[in-house]
């Protein structure tokens, strides 16, 4: 499952990113903290959908559909 | 947006000698706010050569005799550069090319190194810490947030960290002053900083254990969610709520525009008015009255009754940022604005543009991707800005009577509306056409975007943003404007005529206002006006007209100043009438009124395309660091306002 | 992986406190390790080492440099803490305890009592025995005295939990790790 497959409130650990990435996004998703290993909750979706908000630690960070799918992640549970 | 800087030229030829310091750190770990406490507001900004990248650049003394140097770098998450921001902070700091080849010319190499480090995102900033290292420059941590960290319930031994990262660690909080006094204190003595026994690891997989084993070490307690964040975006993000909220706050920004600023406005216009009548009474050498009162008091006075509406806007914009508010408004739109290839900070970027393009095109800043900036860069000229108004007031006043409705509605408040939506409209369609062309090859910087908490605005940070936008606008208007002013003064009132030419023309040189009408019709400006006819005759503008945009060209206010002098010399009691009684002189349609709706018309989208703004051209190429972007900017601009002035013409003819 | 990062121990230049999981090995004098590191630690680039419960000490031979040899005694040190039945440690809570509670007087715990006008000095007695001597203020204000040694007992506790206060005889308190003998 990935990221974007995450409903309200749940949460996940992160497995890592999609083969389709390319590697400059891998590294900034790295950078930003959403590593392998790491628990991601969901947080919130823009009204119109897209963005949407999780949860990383101690910081929240807005992503779009299109990156959520590249981060393949587990249940936190 | 957020760099609270002077304009200025990037040079550093001033600084060689002083020791140098550069500002390392992720975007969100407070930078601006620590460069601005250090260097007051008295940084440089310029333009890293080649790129369109800002580069700050500021001085401060660190005990009571040393003056340094303080560098601020881009934001950057690693030194695995994704974007031409990172890439820079790369370059600068990579001390072997500085030593092997010498294409740093223009880039200062750094004696030593402040990386900032958020308290609250320690866990992922550590990773930086760790490359940094490997440039071998001194490092100092600056630590942030700390205050943030305590009130989330988190915990951190500050003295374990100095331990573990074996280079001096010192806390800074925003708003407090001891923090950078111990900073300033410490920088003083970089040359005896301390360094880690062993350098970290940088390997992905090994830096992750590193980070664990440091944080472990100093106790570190990740702070709690930010609830009060956290409540207050479950109302302000709420999907009904929060977008009516946002709906609301658009409407009220936009509202000031017009209705809170009045009031304030009409101070200003009474002042000028007194100044006016004084000039009149007591400057009795006619030239010079006539000088001072219409180049200086009609041009410069015509534009500062603007102000009090544009400090407003400049408040409320850096308000809105201090909360933290803008970015949850980018996060609101970002979808709308993906539609046009962009991302919601762009929004922030082009509302901005609404008060003057200038601080929204330094706006733009805050967009990662190169190719956004400049699409939107292109784009924000056309968001109508605070010059426009006193042009569309005039015209529109013109064209409707003050009382005309439409349906319920104000006919005048109508037709402003309709001139905002298409300004908007606008400069989203161009800054996706540009994102367009620009995205052909290459890869696609993934969008990604913190939220950072609320915060109380730091009322420093306000005024200093503030300033910075406001002291922009009257370096215009003093500069740009008044010079424009005086020139067209002197080229609307040159060649003198003698009595004899007038009177031999069939003028009556007993009357002031022949006498004026006729310099002004035979004088330099008007060859200029009538040279340029065949341009413009198509969209119904006669040589006066003309004038007027060639004038306007340094700053749309200007038309306003020139217009008011040419009608002044016709009717010097009621200018405003003179100008809807204006009629074409010659040609074909001679005899028409001048100002008619086709005409008005055509004005109108002339000014709503045309990029008529020094200020905004020499804005556009200090960031985009070339020319070209602004000369590109010009040409497509001209060509889009002729073509959709001519447009426009045709349509209102055929149906008002 | 596991965990680890160096720290600088602050009066001797040759040596290193790798802080490591707490519990990666039992305390004492390490008389072999394997692989790559009981190499550098057999053919005496590595002079001496030394575990406390949360750290390794190791020493480096005088001619050479951390800087120099410092990413490869990490990388030898993570492999052999993979295999942590493989070390031969000896045990010896007299020499932990006085090297831990030196480095904590070397730095901030001992910069606090100086501070507050004390003074104090450790000395290993025998195997088991530390002995620590306050002087200073802390002779003089029994109060003073109260709170730096408890200071100090603290912070020794955090790094060896099986701390225990052996006599306490005016401002002279000997201590020593576990049961205290042997």
Redesign the interface.
Known sequence: MTLADLDRGKRAIVLGYSDVV?P??A???????L?P?VEVTM??R??????V?F?V????????G??ARCITAKPAD | MGHAHHGGGGSTTANIGLKRFAVVG?P?SGKTTLFNALTGLHAKTGNYPGVTVARFEGRTRVDDRDTVVVEDLPGA??L?P?SPDEQIVVDVLDTDQHRANHRSVGLGVPDALLVLLNA??L??SL?LIAQVHQTGLPICVVLTFTDDLAR?R?RLDI?ALT??L?VPVVPVVAGHRDGVADLRQVMAESDSW?T??????TD???V???I???L??CDYQ??E?DHR??RI??VM?H??I??AIFAVTMFLFFQTIFTVAAPLQGYVEAGFGWLGDLVAARVHIPWLSGFLSQAVIGGVGSVLVFLPQIVLLFVLIALLEGTGYLARAA??M???M?RAGLE?RAFVALLSSVACAIPGIMATRSLPSAKDRLATMMGAPLMTCSARLPVYILLVSILLPAGSRIGPFSGRGVVMFALYLMGAVSAMLVAAVFKKLSSRGG?????????PPYQVPRLKNVAAEVWTAVSAFLRKVTSIIMTATVVLWVLLNLPLRGDAEMTAAGVDTGSETAVAAYVIDHSYAASVGKAVEPVFAPLGFDWRINIGILSSLAAREVFVATLGQVAAAENPEEPAAALTEMRVQDGPQAGRLLFDAPTIAALLVFFMYALQCMSTVGVMRRESGSWKWPAIAFGYMFVLAWVLALAARTVVAALW | ????????VAADPQA?RW???AGSLPAGRIHSAPGRLGELLADGSLSAGLVES?AVWLWLRDDLS?AAH??A??AALRAALDVPNDWIIEPAPGEVLARVTTDLLD??VGDFIRSHGGSVSVQQMGPDLVSVQLGGACEHCPAAGQTLRSKLMDELRRRCPDLTEVDRDGTELTLALGSGRG
């Open positions: 390319e400059s996004t590294r900034r998703l790295f950078d930003l903290g590593a290993g947080i919130r823009a009204p119109l959908g897209d963005p908000i949860g630690g101690d910081y929240e960070i807005a992503l779009r299109v990156q | 992720s969100n998450y690693s695995d994704i609250t995102t866990r992922r990773g989330r988190g003295a331990r573990a074996g301390s880690p026994v062993v350098a970290p690891p992905p997989a090994e992750t254990a590193w664990e084993s440091v472990a070490s990740v702070p969610v964040t956290r975006d479950a993000l999907p009904v929060g977008t996060f609101l970002d979808r709308v993906a919601g890869p696609v910087l993934p969008f990604y975007m913190e939220m | 992986m596991i965990a680890l990062h160096a720290e600088r290193v802080v490591v999981p949360t951390w410092g990413t005694v990490q730095g901030s």
